[in-house]
């Protein structure tokens, strides 16, 4: 899943690093609050806010006058994944990989009402390019995980005074998180888990839940931007239109132009060790592309047209999942979409092994990059004591909805 947006809050951090700082003079204080009004600071009067866009409700991102600092408060509810999917480890890596600090120091923590503070750094912030002095919070509240990001072209006592009092408003109005439902688990259902659980966990979800996530109104709101934004899918009529290209051609049918285009070069024909030099002899390729078709060519041989079928198959079943939670799909259309799906990935592959190569060769072919990120996902899953792939790969699906 694609991170909240970061283009606009990139620029934010990059127009803090324009001017020099705000100077000594005497600041009258406002609060700035979320666009979900769950949280809230005070900042200088004279600061502006900016629009986040979608996916970012419960971020503040407010700029100063002249544009010479900078602050945002970020902020992931528990409630939106699963069960112990989310830590303050994984919150720190999500931040740390949208927004490059270096020079990281430990410093000690401000005091943030209400919030537990893990630890705060003072930091070089690197947005495109251009760099600028900072101070990174990481905490959490009972509802939230949270990080406070100050950027300023120059740190100074005022600045660093002024973070600290930003810190010390920080205001949370948590809502009353209804129960969460989750869908009753059984192995069939486990079993449509599992053909997308790579891409479930790779995006931080619980590949134990139908959907990777509790049904309510924070996952519906997250998934319908995410299908927005990814997929062009806004309701029920573009989620059908979505789903039956997947089901019926995805990137499967160009894949397999392209091999029968190697088999017609004479790819077939000679030896392992000799496709290499005949696809760079014959196509504008690199060496490690032609290595790649190479690869891909040998699973071509073997299931034809579906050699990656995997890759179409199990992202139209994570979509299944993100249909339910979205509320474009009921339950049992979900469910029963999934049923016919996996019936037939069933018949298609005869291992978990073999549906998930499939998946990665698609992922190579559509990326144009290397799946070993999300080949250590599937060994890590698979690997563990409760791994959901110890169920059997021919198991007879019961219907239980």
């Not at 600071?41 to 979608?54: A, F, S, V, Y």
């Not at 939230?144 to 100050?150: G, T, V």
């Not at 799906?341 to 592959?349: D, K, S, Y």
Request: with cysteine.
């Amino acid at each position: 899943m694609k991170r909240i947006t970061r283009n606009v809050i990139a620029a934010v951090i990059m127009l803090a690093l324009v001017l020099a700082g705000c100077g000594n003079k005497e600041v009258v204080m406002k609060e700035f609050t979320s666009e979900d009004e769950t949280v809230s600071i005070q900042l200088n009067e004279k600061w502006m806010q900016e629009d986040i866009g979608t996916g970012a409700e419960g971020w503040i991102a407010a700029a100063s006058e002249n544009d010479s600092e900078a602050v945002m408060v970020m902020q992931m509810a528990k409630n939106i994944y699963g069960a112990n999917v989310i830590d303050m480890d994984n919150w720190k890596d999500m931040i740390n990989a949208s927004y490059p600090m270096s020079e990281m120091t430990l410093i000690d923590n401000p005091s943030v009402p209400g919030m537990d503070v893990a630890e705060t750094y003072s930091c070089t912030v690197t947005i495109e390019d251009i760099s600028g002095n900072g101070r990174i919070l990481y905490g959490e509240t009972e509802y939230a995980y949270y990080s406070i990001l100050y950027v300023a072209i120059k740190m100074n006592d005022a600045e660093v005074e002024y973070f600290n009092n930003v810190c010390g408003s920080f205001k949370e109005n948590a809502p009353e998180i209804e129960e969460a439902s989750a869908m009753e688990s059984t192995d069939t259902i486990q079993w449509f888990n599992n053909t997308c659980a790579v891409l479930t966990a790779a995006n931080r979800w619980d590949y134990t839940l139908f959907g990777g996530a509790p049904a309510d109104e924070n996952s519906k709101s997250m998934v319908q931007n995410l299908l927005s934004e990814w997929w062009d899918v806004t309701d029920h009529e573009t989620a059908e239109e979505t789903m039956d290209w997947l089901l019926t051609e995805g990137h499967r049918v160009s894949f397999a132009e392209e091999m029968d285009i190697l088999a017609e070069s004479g790819l077939a024909d000679v030896s392992e060790a000799e496709r290499v030099d005949l696809i760079l002899e014959n196509f504008d390729v690199s060496e490690e592309e032609a290595q790649n078709y190479v690869d891909w060519f040998a699973l071509y041989e073997q299931y034809g047209s579906d050699a990656a079928a995997g890759w179409d198959y199990s992202r139209a079943m994570s979509l299944l999942g993100y249909y339910y939670l979205a509320g474009y799909y009921t339950e049992e259309e979900a469910l029963d979409k999934s049923l016919e799906t996996a019936e037939v990935i069933q018949n298609t592959f005869d291992s978990w092994d073999s549906l998930m190569e499939s998946y990665f060769v698609g992922y190579e072919y559509w990326a144009e990059e290397s799946s070993d990120e999300r080949r250590e996902i599937y060994e890590e899953i698979k690997a563990a004591s409760d791994s959901p792939f110890q169920l059997e790969w021919g198991m007879t699906f019961e219907k239980t909805w």
